[in-house]
T-cell receptor, first 113, second 117 residues
Framework: KNQVEQSPQSLIILEGKNCTLQ??????????LRWYKQDTGRGPVSLTI?????NTKSNGRYTATLDADTKQSSLHITASQLSDSASYIC????????????FGTGTRLTVIP | GAVVSQHPSWVICKSGTSVKIECRSL??????MFWYRQFPKQSLMLMAT?????????EQGVEKDKFLINHASLTLSTLTVTSAHPEDSSFYIC?????????????FGPGTRLTVT
């Protein structure tokens, strides 16, 4: 069964601190993995796209890693800001099928001053 | 970057009435759009796939006669919630694929908050 699990479910950190969000998946066949940021009451916005051959990719203060062998990904946020408070959703794309996006339940990050 | 818009951003309607939500791809053509529903503190749940010029494909458990989808052009898909009930209150998000060669980027709209009283 194709599943995407994220941890932790929620996280509270102090402004300026770093944090790491985890994503484990069982989706097969794998095409790529995407991290999205979703602010409350808004649609998801893409942060990174990881293909099978990519281990690490950065987008500003966001760094995503992918281990395709263990089917794990992480999103590291450096020097957090209050505006980073949002839900972070891991989405795994399968190679097959038109409806081939599998969503994690998200990690709710709250950055406090 | 490509943008997907939704209108309205929020709507309140009375039980038994119908509500139409529009989804537009602003600077690319989308042969396929997707409609999702999201309840509080939950992830997006795919409702249906909207195909330009043909009938939508609904996920199991989604009533096609209640959630009418029309993809009349390459830049517009509409979702009509018919005979709305309070349990239909949710956050509805559309998504569209921007194909670039053999790969694509999937963009999400800002969502529409529906409240049925």
């Amino acid at each position: 069964k194709n599943q995407v699990e994220q941890s932790p479910q929620s996280l509270i950190i102090l402004e300026g601190k770093n944090c790491t969000l985890q994503c484990n998946y069982t989706v097969s066949p794998f095409s790529n993995l995407r991290w999205y940021k979703q602010d409350t009451g808004r649609g998801p916005v893409s942060l990174t796209i990881m293909t099978f051959s990519e281990n690490t990719k950065s987008n500003g203060r966001y760094t995503a890693t992918l281990d395709a062998d263990t089917k794990q990904s992480s999103l590291h946020i450096t020097a957090s800001q209050l505006s980073d408070s949002a839900s972070y959703i891991c989405v795994v794309i399968s190679e097959t099928g038109a409806n081939n996006l599998f969503f994690g339940t998200g990690t709710r990050l709250t950055v406090i001053p | 970057g490509a943008v997907v818009s939704q209108h309205p951003s929020w709507v309140i309607c009375k039980s038994g009435t119908s509500v139409k939500i529009e989804c537009r791809s602003l600077d690319f053509q989308a042969t396929t759009m997707f409609w999702y529903r999201q309840f509080p503190k939950q992830s997006l749940m795919l409702m249906a796939t909207s195909n330009e010029g043909s009938k939508a494909t609904y996920e199991q458990g989604v009533e096609k006669d209640k959630f009418l989808i029309n993809h009349a052009s390459l830049t517009l898909s509409t979702l009509t919630v018919t005979s709305a009930h309070p349990e239909d209150s949710s956050f509805y998000i559309c998504s569209a694929r921007d194909w670039r060669g053999s790969s694509y980027e999937q963009y999400f709209g800002p969502g529409t908050r529906l409240t049925v009283t």
